[in-house]
């Protein structure tokens, strides 16, 4: 399959596959809003911003279905489906050093590795706040809860961290832009206060 043949259609057609759970799908959708901010930001073009944002769509595909292969086997569901290995290998590498050895190189991939996790954090401080909204969230309040260890202690903030060095920004830029990308898709992800 060529780069143009790729579409978002196809590829979400392809994640609700592989993904039933309703949670995932936001995450791959707030991930996707997320990436596509990202790529905007760097100035990039509309395909790159589309494909981008495919990736940060497609990052999970093979977690609900092998979790122990996680960010594994995806090579192999998505070689089949004929996706590049520019889009195979930026997803296997939000893994690193969490599931596998393949670290993030290039922007595109060093964005999806920091906000991966990211992402679930605000997610987490939304819900909680009276508003259930990301709409008036603010990266203090992120920050409050980023330092309880207790709050959302699945959510890796060293993985955070780590990613903020590669890319080299201030980690309260990234988190702001986050938000930001989020409030894009912050209906369709559940949190836009109406839930």
């Known amino acids: 399959m060529s780069e143009t043949q790729?579409?978002?259609?196809?590829?979400?057609?392809l994640l609700k596959r592989y993904t039933?759970?309703?949670?995932?799908?936001?995450?791959?959708?707030?991930?996707?809003?997320?990436?596509?901010?990202?790529?905007?930001?760097?100035?990039?073009?509309?395909?790159?911003?589309?494909?981008?944002?495919?990736?940060?769509?497609?990052?999970?595909?093979?977690?609900e279905m092998y979790p122990e292969q996680h960010c594994k086997k995806v090579r192999e569901i998505l070689t089949n489906h004929g996706y590049p290995?520019?889009?195979?290998?930026?997803?296997?590498?939000?893994?690193?050093?969490?599931?596998?050895?393949?670290?993030p190189i290039h922007q595109m991939e060093k964005v999806l590795y920091t906000i991966d996790e990211l992402t679930g954090l605000?997610?987490?401080?939304?819900?909680?706040?009276?508003?259930r909204s990301l709409v008036d969230l603010k990266v203090s309040s992120v920050k409050k809860k980023w330092k309880q260890k207790s709050f959302?202690?699945?959510?890796?903030?060293?993985?955070?961290?780590d990613g903020a060095k590669m890319l080299q920004m201030d980690l309260d830029y990234i988190i702001e832009q986050t938000i930001i990308g989020m409030q894009s898709v912050a209906e369709e992800i559940g949190l836009n206060g109406s839930s």
Do not use: C
Not at 27 to 48: I, N, P, W
């Open 6 to 13: 790729i579409t978002r259609e196809a590829a979400f057609e």
């Open 20 to 63: 039933k759970s309703e949670s995932l799908i936001k995450h791959a959708l707030a991930v996707e809003a997320v990436m596509k901010h990202f790529a905007r930001l760097f100035g990039l073009g509309e395909d790159e911003v589309t494909k981008w944002g495919i990736i940060g769509l497609l990052h999970d595909l093979d977690y």
């Open 85 to 103: 290995e520019e889009y195979i290998r930026a997803i296997e590498s939000h893994g690193y050093n969490i599931v596998n050895d393949v670290k």
């Open 122 to 131: 605000i997610t987490a401080v939304a819900i909680l706040r009276p508003s």
């Open 152 to 161: 959302a202690s699945g959510i890796n903030r060293q993985v955070i961290e």
